[in-house]
């Protein structure tokens, strides 16, 4: 699917801009300012030129336009005298709402979930996320091929493409929903690549960074890894989880994989589509949940990132927050502030990388935390045992009774995983306790 902005940026023209609110007055004010602020966010990512704002507060939506009918007059006013040429809505606008808005202002009307989408196929680059991104546009345009595209209603019959006296509009569906289910397939088999992947290095302790976007998720990647993932200052730099292995010291080794950033009203389409790289976090020990501190909305970016982290079933993996951008705003009664509503927060900037040093000491000890020792009873000669034994653990111990090798070694409890599936009998020691596997 190309972009809606797609061949205005080729011509190095900037669409002209409306943004539209339409808020329930229960919600108050500041609310909605702080949303309208972000729909701006997302037009100038995309590329379009604002040329004005409208907002309104009402009790309950109007379901013809969203908008009460005199604002919508109002709306077609500041179309006129702004000359704009596309309306953007904060809100999510029902097929028939953005078909009766597009008839009354005779201009194009896209929403909220349309225009993060937009985003989404600007900056999709590898085949995977280009596939995610047309599965979720796809998705949330087979309900929209309804009234109002007047090309789809004549009748045509063109041989071998549909059946006696089917429309244009029937055609179109159909085929939408063929390709649907070859985009899905395709994902599916990279989700079982993905699932091989994470299987393979399943022995080691992985860490996700989440979080809102552009909240430097990527940019304390790239310092700790020494990797090179796209880092820019604008909404949903990163699509495509990125792994790498993140050596602390000596042979304490985590998986670090930084993921695409969360928002609010993120469509459900787009979640759905994007399964395969949020299975990186679903299979992650532990998250690290990086927060803008210069952003002054932020408590409301964390609540948006653990309500997401429900929906795809994230909620119990253990979280260290992170605020990040400390050099934006160094004061230290707000770090006080901050302990005493989140007592395990830690502070860093990416930009100068204070901190850095402390959170790899911070991983050290959850990698720590999450091992367990083991006895594990191996055959002298299974070197593959033995060596996976240790490039993964501390080996402590070894000793041979009746032909056998008795090996203590201390290694993360997702290890124990692969020794199960090698066959290898082992017991965990649980303080003075002994427990047989």
């Excluded at 379009?48 to 507060?57: D, K, L, M, P």
């Excluded at 927050?321 to 400390?326: A, M, V």
């Excluded at 502030?337 to 502070?347: D, E, K, M, N, V």
Aim: net charge positive; with cysteine.
């Amino acid at each position: 699917m190309r972009s809606f902005f797609e061949e205005t940026s080729r011509k190095k023209t900037r669409q002209r801009t409306i943004v539209a609110g339409v808020f329930k007055k229960a919600y108050g004010t500041d609310t909605g300012a702080e949303s309208l602020d972000e729909i701006v966010s997302l037009c100038k990512t995309a590329g379009a030129n604002i040329v004005g704002r409208i907002t309104q507060h009402i009790d309950r939506f109007s379901p013809t336009f969203l908008m009460g009918s005199g604002k919508v007059d109002e709306l077609a006013g500041l179309i006129g005298k702004r000359k704009a040429d596309l309306v953007v809505f904060d809100s999510i606008l029902s097929p028939s709402q953005q078909v009766n808005l597009e008839k009354k202002l005779k201009i194009q009307v896209i929403d909220r979930p349309g225009l993060i989408l937009d985003i989404f196929a600007i900056h999709a680059k590898t085949r995977e996320s280009r596939l995610q991104v047309e599965l979720a546009q796809l998705q949330y345009l087979l309900p929209r091929l309804v009234k109002g595209w007047t090309h789809l209603e004549r009748q045509e019959g063109a041989i071998g493409t549909r059946g006696p006296g089917e429309t244009q509009l029937e055609t179109d569906r159909r085929m939408v929903r063929i390709r649907i289910r070859d985009l899905t397939r395709k994902l599916e088999d990279i989700e079982g690549e993905r699932k091989v992947q994470r299987k393979g290095r399943s022995g080691l302790f992985n860490v996700c960074l989440v979080g809102y976007t552009n909240a430097g998720k990527s940019t304390i990647f790239n310092l700790l890894t020494g990797e090179n993932v796209t880092a820019e200052d604008y909404l949903f730099a990163t699509l495509d989880s990125t792994t790498r292995r993140l050596k602390l010291s000596g042979r304490n080794e985590i998986l670090l994989s930084d993921t695409v950033g969360f928002i609010k009203k993120l469509p459900v389409s787009l979640v759905a589509s994007f399964k395969s790289t949020l299975l990186e976090v679903s299979g992650a020990d532990l998250l690290i949940h990086v927060v803008d501190l210069s952003d002054g909305n932020f408590p409301d970016r964390i609540a948006t990132v653990n309500e997401v982290l429900k929906e795809i079933d994230c909620g119990d993996i253990p979280v260290l927050l992170i605020f990040n951008k400390i050099d934006k705003n160094h004061d230290p009664d707000l770090f006080r502030s901050l302990l005493g509503h989140y007592p395990r927060a830690r502070f860093v900037s990416a930009l100068s990388g204070e901190g850095l040093n402390k959170l790899k000491r911070d991983l050290k000890f959850c990698l720590e935390q999450s091992r367990v020792t083991v006895i594990a009873a191996v055959r002298p000669g299974d070197s593959r045992v033995i060596g996976f034994l240790n490039s993964s653990g501390h080996i402590s111990d070894s000793i041979s009774v009746d032909g056998t090798l008795h090996i203590t070694v201390r290694l993360p409890q997702t290890a124990l995983g692969k020794l199960e599936g090698a066959g290898v009998e082992f017991t965990i020691l649980d303080g003075d306790h002994e427990r047989k596997e």
